[in-house]
């Protein structure tokens, strides 16, 4: 099982496997790196070197008391490339965890990134003057506050994250899977990274992007994200390349996964 100290000694879980160029995951909020990516790691790592990270509070990572924030896990992630040495990244993020490689862009740049994923990402939540995306195309901030008003009082809001994942269910037992791995996050940490993306708001930061950046986007049945949002941001940085995904959800990893691992490997090779 291998770890590196985050900066407050956290231990931060990472997956390593294969050999080629390097490629980092970052999964959705709540999930793990062995648990998510199961349809994806093994051919990755047939082409590429592929490391897969817990973000703290989260599966195999240490589960820390204090505030969570996006901000810790991007720091995190700069501890984790710098104690691997890691260099010319591909760096790939779902969802939350488009949004720590955000986060990480702003504060530390590109710092061992050659190459940039974003996979389902939502860079605002929220409703606001002017924005035709908001999370399940309306999401008002009252909402949003009730939200985690009710996750104080249940954990049960929080398996919607999981249950509109999918274009198509996956099996029960695959969910069931799934469900036990987010049980693992513990619930305040959980409602604290739900109240730091609703919080969240990176559209100006889009075309400073300067990297080759890929945007994949699931387009049936998209619960979480029904507008053409990977569009919009296509439109913010400059030539990045958009692939939809007709055939799947808001996990396209997981509902087409030949498909999506084939797209990210040549991506990763240049």
Known sequence: MAHIAAADGTPIYYVDQGSGPVLVLLQGLMLTADGFWGSNLAPLAARC???????????????????????QCAEDLKHVLD?????????????????????????????????LAIVEAQVKLTNATGWDHPTFGDFPPEAAAGFVEACHHSREPLTGFLLGAFGTPPPDEDMARMQAQ?????????????????????????PGIDLPTLLIYGRMNNVPIPSELGQ????????A?????????HSPFHEQPERFNALISDFAHG
């Open 49 to 71: 070197r592929v490391i897969a990270i817990d973000h703290r509070s989260h599966g195999q990572s240490g589960k820390p008391l204090g505030r969570h924030t996006i901000r």
């Open 241 to 249: 390349r958009l692939d939809r995904f007709s055939d799947a959800g």
């Open 232 to 239: 919009w941001i296509a439109g913010q940085i400059p030539g």
């Open 182 to 206: 987010a049980w693992l996050t513990p619930t305040q940490a959980a409602i604290d990274y739900v109240e730091d993306m609703i919080a969240a708001d990176y559209r100006e930061d889009l």
């Open 83 to 115: 104690g691997l040495d890691l260099a010319d990244v591909t760096l790939a993020g779902v969802a939350f965890g488009a949004m720590v490689m955000l986060e990480y862009r702003r504060h530390f740049g590109n710092h061992r990134l050659a190459r």
